[in-house]
Nanobody, 123 residues
Framework: QVQLVESGGGLVQAGGSLRLSCAAS????????LGWFRQAPGKEREFVAT????????VYADSVKGRFTISADNAKKTVYLQMNILKPDDTAVYFC????????????????WGQGTQVTVSS
């Protein structure tokens, strides 16, 4: 099993920044793909960004490209999501996820999920 714990969410004004962290523990050696997803009230969970432990194969959703940066620290087994120029539409619960296969933009490809952290962007 792999445990994922997110942190760093909060309330921020539009145009501001937040940095989310996701600490992985357990059988992390089984994981390859890492992803951030988000879910707003009444909406489906949507892809935000993905990478692998070595920081390669980075892909972003069009809605966050140029504003968000995903990174991974393999030594610390922690994944980060730096979010800049935040907009009210970015308000959601943000989840990190880990896959025992390759990285993907599909939630179904991920085996392990964190509990989520709330990000609220005020206008």
């Amino acid at each position: 099993q792999v445990q994922l714990v997110e942190s760093g969410g909060g309330l921020v004004q539009a145009g501001g920044s937040l940095r989310l962290s996701c600490a992985a523990s357990g059988r992390t050696f089984e994981t390859y793909g890492l992803g951030w997803f988000r879910q707003a009230p009444g909406k489906e969970r949507e892809f935000v960004a993905t990478t692998e432990w070595d920081g390669t194969y980075i892909v972003y959703a069009d809605s966050v490209k140029g504003r968000f940066t995903i990174s991974a620290d393999n030594a610390k087994k922690t994944v980060y999501l730096q979010m800049n120029i935040l907009k009210p539409d970015d308000t959601a619960v943000y989840f990190c996820a880990a896959s025992t296969s390759w990285q993907s933009s599909s939630p179904g490809a991920y085996n392990y999920w964190g509990q989520g952290t709330q990000v609220t962007v005020s206008s």
